[in-house]
């Protein structure tokens, strides 16, 4: 009966959490160059979450291999200065990143704790969360405040992927709108238009 009852919770979270995904209202902002991306308002918060989609002609191993590649990523990053590995554990990653901003906004900087996560079905999930006290703040920076998002990668055929970046971010400080509004598009696009010509080299 414990099984059963535990069973029976599972089933329920799981159509919770279906429902809350279904809930969303993403509205398409950007589909260009085999990319959508689309824009979802977070209650509670004045900036609005991202996903980008795009569909990519490589496997998921070697996307993982470049996403992994914490240092050489920021290549590929929207508006990244720099970024290093923090630690690595198991399927648990801390990186540390550094991000261009225009004058006169403070450059931003940001903590993340990332889960890797291997689906049966060949796909990949990277959990993102914000780490904001994990080292002390950069003078000259402002500590991006809050990260919540994922990339997931699943398998579409031979040495094809789809990849979906999804983030809300709460970037502390102050951020004129206008550059709110362009970052939670150029964000995902930038990164998975560089990502793309990456996996193609």
């Known amino acids: 009966m414990r099984a059963l009852h535990r069973m029976t919770v599972v089933l329920c979270l799981s159509g919770w959490v279906a429902g809350a995904v279904h809930a969303e209202d993403w509205q398409v902002a950007k589909e260009a160059e085999g990319i959508k991306v689309s824009l979802s308002e977070v209650p509670g918060s004045k900036y609005k979450a991202y ?31 720099m970024q290093k590995l923090l630690k690595h554990e198991g399927n648990q990653t801390w990186t540390y990143s550094q991000f261009n901003t225009p004058w006169p906004v403070t450059p931003r900087d940001s903590v993340l704790h990332i889960t890797t996560v291997e689906g049966a079905d060949g796909s990949l999930t990277r959990e993102l969360e ?15 405040a809050e990260v919540k998002g994922f990339w997931k990668m699943v ?3 031979k040495d094809q992927t789809e990849v979906i970046y999804q983030v809300h971010t709460e970037p502390g400080g102050s951020v004129p ?7 939670v598009v ?9 990502l793309k010509e990456r996996a193609a080299q």
Do not use: M
């Not at 150029?186 to 560089?194: I, S």
């Open 130 to 144: 914000g780490a904001p006290q994990y080292i002390p703040e950069e003078k000259g920076f402002v500590r991006v």
């Open 51 to 81: 996903r980008g989609v795009t569909v990519i002609n490589a496997s998921v191993a070697k996307l993982r291999a470049l996403q992994e590649d914490v240092t050489g990523a920021c290549a590929w990053v929207h508006e990244c200065k």
């Open 155 to 157: 398998p579409k055929g």
């Open 177 to 183: 709108s206008w550059l709110a509004n362009k970052f």
């Open 186 to 194: 150029d964000a995902p696009f930038n990164t998975l238009k560089a």
